[in-house]
């Protein structure tokens, strides 16, 4: 076992692997959106209602099932739809935001918020495989450390429940700061980095990373990929690439440069669907959707090709050893 393959409980371990490819790479699509969502469907998004919403995702997921490992999705539109319509195949894993949404000005008090009525044990009885967690996190911010607990009581709940956790934190800037600046977007990089470490430490499976550069230049490009290599040399836990909302072809070199870096993936959203899939014209949505599948696979082979599989294996004495008979008579008591 590599440093990319600790040991983990047996619940989570099944859990991961549903929500990876047989070879160990999470290829996630994420459809966790809410008002945003709303206004891809419409030019007047006080028009789509809840029946229109629901549609719309159920719709996306059916013609981009074949080409994840999971869907990440929202309690409000998403989860028990996609489970009740058979849009999601058994075969395809299932995650869950445990989030609400929040676009609060961002300030030094700016904090995660989970969603009202939702809870770790719903997702956990729901089938969910992976919880996933908005982090917005700087440690220069007032709450820096009521966002360190958030993560550390998560990580307790999730193993009892063996529920792995992934999570995301999210740099941002304050009040007054250029984020158009370079010397910001220097900061931005170091804090992308600094964050994935910090979550890494407060025992976290799995993480979601912004990317931690600029691929406008070849320079660019070089530097976010020692970026890249210096997040990984912090983490012990797989990382997957977020979209953030990028271009897709900017995105795809994202992939490929955090993959050569030690990425088993991404999990990509608005990228991937948001210029083609939601179109407001319902006819052009069928082709629309074909052309966010064959994104999706560009990037698959992106991230096979260069990137590094998550598939922790035991075997022989080691299995053995990590289980012996009976191993189940203490587990969870």
């Given at each position: ?21 047989s ?9 966790d ?12 998004p ?11 995702k ?8 074949s ?5 990440l ?24 935001s445990?989030?609400d ?31 996933k ?5 700087r ?17 307790r ?14 740099w ?40 931690p550069g ?11 990929l ?16 977020l ?15 955090a ?6 993936g ?9 210029d083609?899939?939601l ?13 966010a ?25 080691d299995?053995?050893q ?12």
């Amino acid at each position: 076992m590599n440093k990319k393959e600790n040991k983990t409980d047996p619940g989570k371990l099944r859990s991961i692997q549903r929500a990876t490819t047989s070879d160990g790479f999470f290829l996630v699509c994420a459809l966790d959106h809410l008002s945003d969502f709303q206004e891809l469907l419409d030019p007047d998004p006080k028009t789509v209602d809840y029946q229109r919403t629901c549609d719309a995702k159920i719709e996306l997921i059916r013609s981009l099932a074949s080409e994840c490992s999971a869907f990440l999705l929202d309690a409000r539109f998403g989860l028990a739809q996609a489970i009740a319509s058979r849009a999601l195949p058994g075969s395809v894993g299932l995650m869950a935001s445990i989030e609400d949404e929040d676009y609060k000005p961002t300030t030094v008090h700016r904090s995660t918020r989970f969603r009202e009525n939702w809870s770790l044990k719903r997702m956990k009885l729901l089938g969910v495989d992976v919880c996933k967690l908005l982090w917005f996190y700087r440690p220069d911010s007032e709450v820096a450390e009521h966002q360190r607990e958030v993560v550390r009581s998560l990580v307790r709940e999730c193993a009892e429940l063996s529920l792995p956790l992934v999570v995301e934190p999210i740099w941002f800037p304050f009040e007054g700061e250029d984020a158009k600046s370079d010397a910001w977007k220097q900061h931005r990089v170091r804090g992308i980095v600094e964050s994935a470490h910090e979550a890494n430490s407060l025992g976290v499976d799995i993480l979601k990373v912004e990317f931690p550069g600029y691929v406008e230049t070849e320079e660019g490009r070089a530097k976010a990929l020692e970026a890249c290599k210096q997040l990984d040399a912090g983490v012990t836990a797989p990382w997957m690439l977020l979209s953030a909302g990028v271009g897709y072809e900017a995105f795809k070199i994202q992939v490929e440069i955090a993959c050569r870096a030690g990425a088993s993936g991404f999990m990509a959203g608005r990228s991937i669907w948001r210029d083609d899939a939601l179109t407001h014209d319902p006819k052009k949505r069928e082709s629309a959707a074909k052309g966010a599948a064959r994104r999706l696979s560009e990037l698959a082979a992106v991230t096979r090709q260069h990137g590094r599989p998550f598939a922790p294996k035991l075997e022989g004495k080691d299995l053995t050893q990590a289980f012996p008979e009976f191993w189940y008579a203490d587990w969870h008591r």
